[in-house]
């Protein structure tokens, strides 16, 4: 019998996960630096915190746990794909959402006007306010749908929908403070791009 963890089903799975990771932080990256310039970026831009390897590593290893005691649940091919195209779809309307900004796009929020910053309106950013945000959490639930990880599945919609319903408000907080009206107008007109967050 083949070992689970040598088998095509998991070598695909764990390589598609570890590709989308790896694409996903030197992507964002390059992109920091190409909007702002080496100089001006930090290690930050790669958006990998403590909570973020804990959220992963534990997401690895409820993968490996199921895979090896029951291999036949990671093997239904239309549910991995499904997340492999949330994937897709999530990286799309995140790096939209950064081209589109450009360098008004930061990782971290602005509680300072500076001068290049201005609110962006078009495009990708007249269908929803946070297309970013919208990115990330379709990217990220994707990685669990196509690693076929319930409990992660769960834990990670649970999480980063609660992350986002706090950081929306703060971050609005400053947007209104910065462009007044029009950034009322612009979000009582315009939804936020996240399930159940106005």
Request: glycine fraction near 6%; hydrophobic fraction near 50%; include cysteine.
């Amino acid at each position: 019998m083949e070992d689970a963890l040598t088998s095509y089903t998991a070598i695909r799975q764990i390589s598609q996960f570890v590709g989308a990771v790896l694409f996903f932080h030197v992507s964002e990256y390059l992109l920091a630096i190409y909007f702002h310039g080496r100089s001006n970026v930090s290690c930050s831009s790669l958006l990998i915190s403590k909570h973020y390897v804990i959220a992963m590593a534990f997401a690895l290893i409820e993968y490996i746990v199921e895979i090896t005691l029951i291999p036949q649940w990671k093997e239904n091919w239309f549910l991995s794909n499904c997340g492999l195209v949330m994937i897709l779809v999530g990286e799309v309307i995140r790096k939209v959402a950064i081209v589109t900004a450009g360098r008004a796009f930061t990782h971290m929020i602005r509680i300072y006007y500076e001068e290049h910053h201005e609110l962006i309106t078009h495009g990708i950013y007249s269908i929803m306010r946070h297309p970013s945000y919208c990115g990330f959490f379709i990217w990220a639930i994707g990685t669990q749908v196509m690693l076929r990880n319930p409990i992660s599945l769960i834990a990670f919609v649970l999480v980063m929908w609660r992350f986002f319903f706090r950081r929306i408000p703060y971050e609005e907080f400053f947007l209104r403070q910065f462009f007044g009206p029009h950034y009322v107008e612009y979000a009582r007109k315009v939804p936020s791009g996240l399930p159940f967050i106005r």
